[in-house]
């Protein structure tokens, strides 16, 4: 007998409702549990269902109108004093058992550090299937199911998952996929009080919190990037990079190669394994141009790549290219920024 026989029995069609699960960030809502409200109105436009959002915290019910501004139909609130402090076991149980009371169909997490951390665990709790990283998302046309559309491979395939027999489906996707919806202070929407099953202990206390400053705008909502490669042949190359961002008023960032070597921390990776960015303008400096590092940029307006190799993969996926030697042609850009900058103080 299967484990999961129990589970077979379970008829999709009583699950109704696309969730979204807001994430708080220091008083607001995250925008990344935003951007998840944006996809779930548009799949349940598709499925004549309504949009549920949900928060977890101590004090957070104050922004339910936010969400409802935003896009929510219905927003389920947990505020309690137990949830004062993030444990991903105990904010996983209670969005399972909010999913266990309201079954939902679909609840979308935005993939961040927590998301990622404890949406495996809602997944395990209510013994469904969760999908990750999904860079868009479908309805089936015949049966009406969710499929998560994600990368596989390295980035060479395209998936389309759906959970089978199993509600709600899980999705993840990655912050700054998709767009954030724009806020409708005249929607009106339900304000649902809940008051999640959870355990009392789960053996980890809070010892300590240290607020590290990030000091610069984070990439991922950065409008000029200036990224570095292998290319650079070393961490003096960031040196000239991080005058011109200073310039042109950006930031810096770098590729997988140029982390893994050191020359960068990982918090300015964009790629696969890094961040996807939606940057105004995207400098790809000394960047091959692999498919791994492109899955990152495929939402930046205006890429420009630098690479004295006319070969590299990145003249192919880029709107401007310049062949030549970075070392030659930044400072050669830093200069005529300047001139222009003292052309318009004149």
């Not at 919806?181 to 789960?202: F, L, S």
């Amino acid at each position: 007998m299967s484990i999961c026989s129990e589970w077979d029995k379970i008829d999709p069609r009583e699950y109704r409702g696309i969730w979204a699960y807001l994430e708080v960030e220091d008083g607001v809502l995250g925008e990344g549990g935003l951007q998840m409200l944006g996809v779930a109105r548009n799949l349940a436009s598709q499925k004549d269902t309504y949009v549920g959002g949900v928060l977890i915290g101590k004090g957070v019910s104050s922004l339910a109108r936010e969400a409802i501004y935003y896009g929510a139909d219905k927003v389920f609130i947990a505020d309690d004093e137990k949830f004062e402090e993030y444990y991903a076991a105990l904010y996983a149980e209670a969005l399972a058992s909010l999913a266990k009371e309201h079954k939902p169909e679909v609840i979308l997490v935005s993939g961040t550090m927590r998301g990622r951390e404890f949406t495996p665990y809602v997944a395990n709790t209510l013994r469904t299937g969760i999908t990750a990283d999904c860079t868009s998302f479908e309805v089936d046309p015949a049966v009406k199911d969710v499929l998560g559309v994600r990368p596989t491979f390295g980035a060479y395939l395209i998936a389309h998952i759906r959970t089978l027999n199993r509600r709600p489906a899980i999705f993840t996707a990655r912050p700054n996929v998709f767009p954030t919806p724009e806020r409708n202070p005249a929607r009106e929407g339900e304000i649902i009080h809940t008051q999640p099953k959870v355990a009392d202990g789960y053996g980890v206390k809070l010892v300590n919190k240290k607020r590290f400053s990030r000091g610069t705008v984070p990439i991922e909502k950065a409008k000029i990037l200036v990224s570095g490669g292998k290319g650079l042949g070393s961490r003096d190359g960031f040196t000239i990079l991080q005058e011109f961002a200073k310039v042109i008023g950006g930031e810096i960032s770098g590729s997988r190669k140029a982390v893994d070597a050191g020359w960068i921390t990982h918090d300015k990776q964009v790629g696969q394994t890094g961040k996807t960015v939606r940057s105004d303008l995207y400098f790809a400096v000394g960047i091959s141009g692999a498919v791994q590092h492109l899955y990152g940029i495929r939402e930046a307006r205006c890429v420009v790549a630098i690479n004295k190799d006319p070969d590299a993969p990145i003249f192919d996926n880029c709107d401007y290219g310049l062949i030549g030697d970075y070392t030659e042609v930044i400072p050669a850009l830093i200069k005529a920024v300047k001139k222009l900058q003292a052309r318009k103080t004149e």
